[in-house]
């Protein structure tokens, strides 16, 4: 499936093109997400055994995928980001959370960095 989505993502245009590494990083990051998501509905849902085979097709997707920085990592790339875009209140969140997001480059779930954002913005002394 995850072959699938990247020569989807290559012709998705009006002329076929080859996708750059960090796109098809960006592709992957999607269906690991995906994966996680579905695993979870079939969890819920008693349905064990899809929930496994989600979980492993997530685990060979991992594999290929940037480590994530850990919440101290983040958090210090958030700090910076503040203080780069002289944010003082959540109405310059998008404004972080764009340049954290092009930091991290894809290593990192958009929800963990808006949850750091969130978090310094609402404890900054700025």
Do not use: F, W
């Not at 875009?85 to 959540?90: K, L, P, Q, R």
């Amino acid at each position: 499936m995850a072959l699938t989505s990247i020569t989807n993502a290559e012709v998705a245009r009006k002329e076929q093109r080859e996708l750059s590494e960090d796109e098809v990083l960006t592709v992957v990051a999607k269906e690991a997400k995906r994966r996680k998501e579905a695993s979870s509905a079939y969890a819920d849902a008693g349905r064990p055994e899809l929930a496994r085979a989600e979980d492993e097709e997530l685990a060979v997707l991992a594999e290929h995928l940037p480590t994530q920085p850990d919440d101290a990592d983040l958090d210090a790339l958030v700090a910076e980001a503040i203080e780069q875009v002289g944010a003082t209140s959540m109405a310059r969140m998008g404004s972080v959370m764009r340049v954290v997001q092009s930091r991290v480059a894809g290593s990192a779930e958009g929800g963990r960095i808006a949850s750091a954002v969130r978090r310094a913005l609402a404890t900054c002394a700025c």
